[in-house]
């Protein structure tokens, strides 16, 4: 008897429809084609300890196993309740006229419960594009389908109560969450604060303008200074996740595993603080079975390498290309995948090996060409994607041991919002830009134009501190964000002079 049951694969980010057909006929074999992995080739074993375990013979026939498209690569253990389900309809003891209504996926173990598998948001997505009654999953995948709206989710413990459930002698309760419980009460709730930083007031100020306007930011210091403390910090003040931007990220941590046990949605923004010996596959995807890398799971959020030096010249030069199109295709011999990566841009670095170059009170013992070989390791095109490079000095004893809080983050919050919102208004009409920092060269004669005053300025800025000519766009960019957080119409001499101080790195005699 021919039987089909539907399952699905997943490519990049998104799910394709796998269909599985299972034939039974006279004889005692098992096949299973359609480009199947290892994983999915041991299915046939934990299948059968399964039935086995829960009083059902697996059937004494030649069971043929198609999984099709065969030219898709099916990979995992989630397809082994798909496949346990067509072999036992095969054989008659699943009433097999319901099996078109569902996409069925799960891990069995040995005694037939089901376990977590990866992915199922996308799947559960398809699902509903495919117009599918349902979805049959584990019950610790069940929260996260259920931010799928229009598709009923059934949730189980093990493979008998889905046997119960298809022959109709048995229910599966429908899976039900409350998106605005879920979702919009817990995007304020922080670990970090800035009211725990004591001091760095500037250096607060410019995460609040690149908050504001997207911008990659860079911070050089001793350590000990507060880098990463602040860094940590910076989720707190970005918007809030729109539902939309939600689901794109959950979808990227649902494919690679990384979702919250129990959770339905990633309802903050990501933080990705990658240690420098990651390698450029984990940076930016790929492998042999394809996951995204960290650049993708920080997309719609934070990407943070601390010591920026000390991470291998080709993996810095990977983020190139990701970071100017938001996005990053992985070719291989056998696969292409693009995965997003909108990302903001945040990293670190001691001025020196040593780390006192410039400090206040500590003298530094590196030699000038120390120094500059320390910070040429940084390439010059990706210090391009850049756009605000500040010099942070440690905290004084008498801020450190100040009692009086700091300006809390969701004061800041509110500035960063009220400036995001302007920057939306003002790019309806232009297709993926949605903040300053996104401009293009054209946008910025358009919208960032300045007066003869500040234009004087800034020929005065370049020619005194011999700044590159890629800082001349940078510094409009900013300008145009600080002129936001204002709520200033046009960029002004003051916003000029304030975006200047924050092209320390491209100044010519810094590091000198």
């Keep these: 008897m021919l039987t089909k049951v539907y399952a699905a694969a997943i490519q990049g980010i998104n799910a394709t429809l796998v269909t599985i057909e299972v034939n039974a006929l006279r004889g005692i074999q098992f096949f299973l084609v359609g480009l199947p992995d290892n994983a999915v080739k041991e299915s046939y074993h934990r299948i059968h300890s399964a039935l086995q375990h829960n009083g059902l013979k697996f059937p004494s026939k030649k069971i043929i196993v198609n999984m099709a498209p065969a030219d898709i690569r099916k990979e995992g253990s989630a397809y082994d309740l798909p496949i346990a389900i067509g072999i036992l309809a095969s054989d008659g003891i699943i009433n ?39 979805i049959i999953l584990p019950q610790q995948n069940a929260a996260e389908a259920a931010v799928v709206e229009g598709l009923s989710i059934y949730a189980a413990d093990n493979i008998k109560q889905v046997i119960s459930f298809l022959n109709g002698e048995g229910e599966l309760a429908a899976c039900n969450i409350n998106l605005e419980q879920e979702f919009y009460s817990r995007q304020s709730s922080f670990e970090f604060d800035f009211s725990d930083v004591r001091g760095q007031e500037s250096v607060k100020r410019a995460f609040e303008v690149a908050a504001a306007g997207g911008h990659n930011l860079i911070m050089i210091g001793p350590p000990g200074s507060g880098k990463s403390m602040m860094a940590k910090r910076l989720p707190s003040i970005l918007p809030p996740l729109t539902l939309q931007e939600s689901l794109e990220t959950t979808k990227i941590h649902s494919v690679s595993g990384q979702l919250p046990d129990g959770a339905a949605l990633i309802t903050q923004r990501p933080f990705r603080s990658p240690h420098h010996t990651i390698s450029s596959v984990a940076l930016c995807g790929g492998g042999t079975n394809p996951r995204p890398g960290e650049i993708s799971l920080a997309h719609n959020g934070v990407l943070f390498l601390d010591e920026l030096p000390e991470f291998s010249r080709d993996v810095l030069e990977v983020m190139r290309q990701p970071l ?69 000095v440690p905290v004084p004893f008498e801020k450190i041991s100040d009692a009086h809080e700091g300006e809390s983050s969701a004061v800041i919050r509110e500035r960063v919002i009220a400036a995001r919102k302007i920057q939306e208004e003002r790019y309806k009409g232009e297709e993926g830009v ?33 700044l590159s000519a890629r800082a001349y766009d940078r510094i409009l960019k900013v300008a145009r964000t600080i002129a936001d957080l204002e709520a200033s119409e046009n960029i002004k001499s003051h916003h000029i002079a304030e975006a200047i101080g924050y092209r320390n790195l491209d100044r010519e005699n810094w590091g000198a």
Aim: include cysteine.
């Design 96 to 134: 097999s006229g319901n099996l078109d209504k569902y996409i069925i996926m799960g891990e069995l173990g040995l005694d037939g419960g089901l376990m977590p598998v990866k992915g199922i948001l996308p799947i559960a997505i398809k699902a509903k594009e495919l117009g599918y009654h349902g």
């Design 324 to 392: 100017e199109d938001r996005k990053i295709c992985v070719a291989r011999a056998n696969y292409k995948i693009e995965y997003p990566a909108g990302v903001m841009f945040v990293a670190s670095m001691n001025p020196c090996p040593c780390g006192y170059y410039n400090h206040p009170t500590k003298a530094c013992v590196c030699t000038p060409g120390q120094v500059q070989r320390y910070l040429n390791r940084i390439s010059g095109p990706l210090l391009d994607r850049i756009d605000l490079q500040i010099e942070i």
């Design 434 to 466: 949605y903040c300053n920092a996104q401009m293009s060269p054209k946008l910025i004669k358009k919208f960032a134009a300045i007066d003869t005053q500040s234009l004087a300025m800034l020929k005065m800025a370049m020619e005194r501190f011999n």
